[in-house]
């Protein structure tokens, strides 16, 4: 869970990317997989956006699957 603050105005322009590693002591860290919110997102992450524009203030939860969108060019697949 995190929170941050930013006006309506300004969070319906912006993007949430998140990314999941893993983490190798010695080792280079493993991307995982992500997602990314926003309002050029599609389908069930598209209207958690949307949700959450609608309910200012309000905690809105939702499951997504992580993809490999957003990968570094090195750990996308061929």
Not at 2 to 16: G, I, N, R
Not at 37 to 59: D, P, Y
Not at 65 to 77: E, I, N, R, Y
Request: proline share 3%.
């Amino acid at each position: 869970e995190f929170s941050y603050e930013v006006t309506l105005d300004q969070l319906a322009k912006k993007t949430l990317e998140i990314s999941v590693w893993d983490y190798d002591l010695g080792m280079s860290n493993d991307f995982i997989g992500g997602v990314e919110l926003g309002i050029n997102a599609t389908g069930q992450r598209l209207r958690h956006w949307f949700e959450c524009l609608k309910n200012k203030g309000k905690k809105v939860e939702y499951w997504h699957t992580l993809t490999q969108q957003g990968a570094p060019s090195s750990d996308k697949p061929d």
